[in-house]
């Protein structure tokens, strides 16, 4: 009887979990999508190019395996998770780092100015409300890396094609400084 009861809780637990991610997602029109292996692994090999930022974000860090590979491979720096969503927000504080914060809020209220590390994995939609706020926000000198979908009207000064199932591709862009002083966009190729 005991363990009837325990199984009926865990179902019902399991399905509670399941209907607020999706009530979520149905809320913000964004469906949570994990990083391939091959992504995260182009990651790691990119990382170098940030010269040791001094602050790093994941914006939508869902269970926060990308934010955590960036703790685990930036040591000395600080690195945010932005997750709207309460249940992966809570799955993703399971494994704490020292250097690793998770902060439950929409990471278009924050000030991303703050940050030399960029990462994002959103869809195009998210990622054409996010432009502006970089364009607006940005310092000189901060790495803007975008899983799979490019920022639309910029220039990546990298791609770099992953391999994986998905066909995914990482766009690197670098904020440079106009010689009027204007933030422009560091021009390369791919």
């Given at each position: 009887?005991a363990q009837?009861a325990?199984?009926?809780?865990?179902?019902v637990?399991?399905?509670?979990?399941?209907?607020?991610?999706?009530?979520h997602?149905?809320?913000v029109?964004?469906?949570?999508m994990?990083?391939s292996l091959?992504?995260r692994?182009a990651?790691i090999e990119?990382l170098?190019?940030?010269?040791q930022?001094?602050?790093?974000v994941?914006?939508?860090s869902?269970?926060?395996g990308?934010?955590?590979?960036?703790a685990?491979?930036?040591?000395?720096?600080g690195v945010?998770g932005?997750e709207?969503s309460?249940?992966?927000?809570l799955f993703s504080?399971?494994?704490p780092r020292?250097?690793?914060?998770f902060v439950?809020s929409?990471?278009?209220?924050?000030d991303?100015?703050r940050f030399?590390?960029?990462?994002?994995?959103?869809?195009?939609?998210?990622?054409?409300?996010?432009?502006?706020?970089l364009?607006?926000?940005l310092?000189?000198?901060?790495?803007v890396?975008?899983?799979?979908?490019?920022?639309?009207?910029?220039q990546?000064?990298?791609?770099?094609?992953?391999?994986d199932?998905?066909?995914?591709?990482?766009?690197?862009?670098?904020?440079?400084t106009?010689?009027?002083g204007?933030?422009?966009l560091?021009?390369?190729?791919?």
């Open positions: 009887m009837a325990a199984g009926i809780i865990v179902i637990l399991a399905c509670g979990a399941m209907l607020s991610v999706a009530l997602s149905w809320r029109g964004i469906t949570p994990p990083s091959k992504a692994r990651l990119l170098p190019l940030a010269e930022p001094h602050l790093a994941e914006l939508g869902g269970l926060g990308v934010a955590r590979l960036m685990d491979n930036l040591a000395t720096t945010v932005y709207a309460t249940l992966p927000l504080r399971l494994a020292p250097n690793l914060r439950r929409n990471f278009m209220a924050a991303l100015g030399d590390l960029i990462y994002c994995y959103l869809c195009p939609e998210s990622m054409e409300r996010l432009r502006p706020k364009e607006r926000e310092a000189p000198g901060a790495l890396i975008s899983n799979t979908f490019a920022i639309s009207g910029w990546a000064v990298r791609v770099i094609e992953v391999g199932i998905y066909r995914s591709k990482i766009y690197v862009y670098a904020v440079a106009a010689a009027n204007a933030l422009q560091a021009r390369g190729g791919s």
